[in-house]
Each structure stands twice: as structure tokens, then as C-alpha cells.
């Protein structure tokens, strides 16, 4: 930990990247983070000393920014973190923790506080195995909000693939891209962000998990030994009609666990899940 930590937000004119940094210089381990780098636009200008701004001269992509700020940094780690995500003060001492017991990847825990009933529904499905709630313990994959991993460890397996659209997948590709080189991933979920993105609207988050599902296809074609899919992708593709149909009775299925903790937002739930199948049965006919 000699060299410290390397701090990389990817932004795209996020009204919170302000807050976001601001939480980030009153960590508790504060001494343990050597650099603070946005990766992105910012046209509310609230990126600020001591975070090193690198504008892009476009928009690009979450995986862009991320190898974009990890190609400069410094630290022997990287902490990726999202312009949405605000740490709580000893996230990086939570972290240092679990890297102290020799862990090389650790994701953090999501709280999810936005109290908006849209948004609330689609961090529960996204998130829900990576709440501030769940045991600590080894995940499949990192959602790549709050994650940690040495540096050169990232770039040995080529860091995120930037083939992936904005913010869907490119996180699940890289955890099992680490898995598949036997490196295993840490869960520890006191290290924690809460998590600011309002989806706002149904449309907003059937959009949201429709490209979550699409993206699930290429992941069961790239890493079929580790996460494969339920059936054959060929098998799927013919039933890709069938699926849409019956795609609300499998959601009804799959969110029933998730309602008992929130019942009144099963509706939406369903109706996000739904939004995945459909994005599935997209994602297997390309």
C-alpha cells in the first residue's frame, strides 16, 4: 500500500461529481489515497482541486473513462467509483482491510437511498446482491460502482472491454475475465457508496434492464464455462418469441424473493425484470 490508491471517476456532467469528490478527501484513511482522477465532460464545472480533471473532447463510454484514468494513475490500486456514488467517510478503510488480508479485487456494498419508487426498483434488481445488507462474502461479479483491484492485476488481463455500450456489462466481462485467471472477487459490504441515479420513469428503467438483458446474451457467448446460459443459445434463439411472451410469469418468479423485503415495489419489480427478458430474447436473435 506504499504507493496508495488511485481514486478514477468516469463523468458525463453528473450535478453530484462535486459531492462525489468531496467525499472522497474526507475519507478516514485519507493519507491512503494519492491521486483523485474524473475522466469525462463536466459542463457544471464542479470538478475541483484536488481531483485531476482529463476532459474528453467527447462523450465516451464508462469503460472508456475508466482505462482512460487507470492508463495515468499512479497507485498501486485502483479505486473505481461512479459520479452518481457518494462513499460513506471509512469505505477506503473498509477496503484497505479486506487488501490487507490479501485480497486483490474488492467490491463494496450500494445503499440505496433516493426514496423515488422507479429508482428504487431498478437499483434493487440491479443491486441487490451488493447491498450494504448482504453478507460479506465471494461474488460471481463486481459491479464496477465501487471497486477496488491492484493495478497491475487490471491491466494484465486488459482492463474493461471498451466494445461494451455505456454502463452495461463491461463490469460483469471483467469479473469473469479475473475468475477465469483464478483471481476470486471479495464482497465487503461495509465499504459503502449510496448510490444517487434516479431513474425516474417506468420507460427510464425498462430501458435501463432491457440493455442489461441484451448485454447478457454476449456475456453467455464470451464466458460460456462460467456463467452459462439456462439453455443452448441456439436453443434460445428459437424460442426468443415464446420468451417475450412468457416473459412477466418469469419475472413474477424471480422477483418474489425481492418483494418480501420491498412488497409495494413488486409492480415495478416485475415490470423491470419483464424489460430483461425482453432484452434477452434481443440479445440471443442478433
Known sequence: MNAGISVIIPNLH????????????????QRLIGEIIVVGQDCHRLVKPPARHVETSHPVSAARARNLGAALARGDHLLFIDSDCIAAPD?????????????????????????EYWSDCDNLLVFADYLAT????????????????????FWSIGGFDERFPSAAG???????????????????????????????????VWEH????????????????????PPL???????????????????????????????????????????AWYWGVAEGVGG
Not at 479486506?98 to 437511498?113: A, Q
Not at 448482504?134 to 492485476?153: D, H
Not at 432491457?210 to 453467455?220: C, E, L, N, P
Open 14 to 29: 453528473s450535478p453530484l461529481i462535486g459531492e462525489v469528490i468531496d467525499a472522497i478527501t474526507h475519507q478516514t484513511e
Open 91 to 115: 469505505l477506503v478503510e473498509r477496503i484497505v482491510a479486506r487488501l490487507h488480508k490479501g485480497d486483490i479485487v474488492v467490491c463494496g456494498g450500494v445503499v440505496i437511498e433516493t426514496g
Open 134 to 153: 448482504a453478507p460479506a462474502g465471494e461474488r460471481m461479479w463486481a459491479p464496477s460502482l465501487n471497486l477496488c483491484i491492484r493495478r497491475s492485476v
Open 232 to 274: 443452448p443459445l441456439e436453443r434460445l434463439r428459437a424460442l426468443a418469441p415464446a420468451l417475450r411472451a412468457v416473459a412477466p410469469f418469469l419475472a413474477i418468479r424471480d422477483t418474489a424473493t425481492l418483494a418480501h423485503h420491498a412488497p409495494h415495489l413488486l409492480p415495478g419489480l416485475v415490470w423491470a425484470r419483464t
Open 170 to 204: 463491461e463490469d460483469t466481462d471483467l469479473s469473469l475475465r479475473l475468475r477465469a485467471s483464478g483471481i476470486r472477487i471479495a464482497f465487503e459490504p461495509r465499504a459503502r457508496v449510496i448510490h444517487h441515479h434516479r431513474r425516474a420513469t417506468p420507460r427510464a
Open 209 to 228: 434492464l432491457r440493455a442489461f438483458g441484451r448485454v447478457q446474451a454476449t456475456i453467455w457467448r464470451r464466458h460460456a464455462r462460467l456463467m452459462p
